[in-house]
């Protein structure tokens, strides 16, 4: 299984518009970061959670050039807004449309987003065609499982994903965008090789985890291995990760990880 970063910023991107701070002027380049989404290798399997704005700029960087399945976490402008380029993956599969799995809430999103595009096969080529699935329990692929569990972000509630694949047994949690992680999800989480978790910053949100909630939650979770992601310009990379416990990591855009 292989695990690619495209993005780990906030909806605000780093730098941020405007801004003169010192990570936003940084020469550090694990503090540019567009806005979160991963890409998951599965047995040979392509799955993309999410598409940021930046997502064309992030595939051409990243060289991804197959997406097989799409999974959306909600329905958020910072993850659902590149969701447009998929245009190019559709004409790569043949035309056809791609299998979105995600929360009846996004989907609905997603069809007043994007009406043009919710069908079964594109208008001609060059345009995107989402097929939704509201995703509510296991995915049971040939390559391995993908399982589900919600978790609280404020007025929306995010789908966090754990991947298990079926020829080396290998796991990964990625749980982005959420105050805390449920019971239900640390139990679904427990005996993963690789936990991803959304750590903010380190002051207070009422949405999102801040980076010693998110260590909290690793040493709950008890992997052998976390990386926190969804970043704003009050993370300092080099600093941060400084001060983090070894089992704890911070990603950054471009970050590949094999497991």
């Not at 991804?64 to 999974?71: L, Q």
């Not at 791609?98 to 069908?119: G, K, M």
């Amino acid at each position: 299984m292989e695990l690619i970063f495209l993005g780990t910023g906030t909806s605000h991107g780093v730098p941020m518009i405007g801004c003169a701070c010192g990570v936003c002027r940084s020469d550090d380049p694990r503090n540019r970061r567009g806005r979160s989404s991963v890409h998951v290798v599965m047995d040979g399997l392509h799955l993309q959670v999410d598409a940021a704005p930046e997502f064309r700029l992030q595939c051409i960087r990243e060289d991804i050039t197959r997406i097989d399945r799409f999974f959306l976490t909600h329905e958020h402008a910072d993850h659902l807004a590149g969701m447009d380029d998929l245009r190019r993956f559709c004409d790569f599969n043949g035309g056809v449309a791609l299998d979105v799995h995600t929360t009846r809430e996004a989907a609905e999103r997603l069809r007043e987003i994007f009406p043009y595009a919710v069908r079964e096969k594109p208008w001609s080529t060059g345009y995107a065609a989402f097929r939704p699935h509201a995703m509510e329990g296991p995915l049971e692929l040939p390559q391995g499982t993908v399982e589900c569990t919600r978790l609280p972000h404020g007025r929306v509630e995010t789908l966090g994903l754990v991947f298990t694949e079926r020829s080396s047994g290998r796991k990964l949690a990625y749980y982005t965008d959420c105050k805390t992680v449920t019971p239900a999800g640390v139990e679904l989480a427990r005996g993963a090789d690789l936990v991803v978790l959304d750590g903010l910053r380190p002051q207070d949100h009422p949405t999102h985890m801040t980076i010693d909630e998110a260590v909290a939650m690793a040493a709950r979770i008890g992997a052998p291995l976390t990386y926190l992601t969804h970043f704003t310009h009050n993370v300092e990379h080099a600093v941060v990760e400084a001060g983090l416990p070894a089992a704890v990591r911070l990603s950054y855009d471009g970050l590949r990880i094999r497991l």
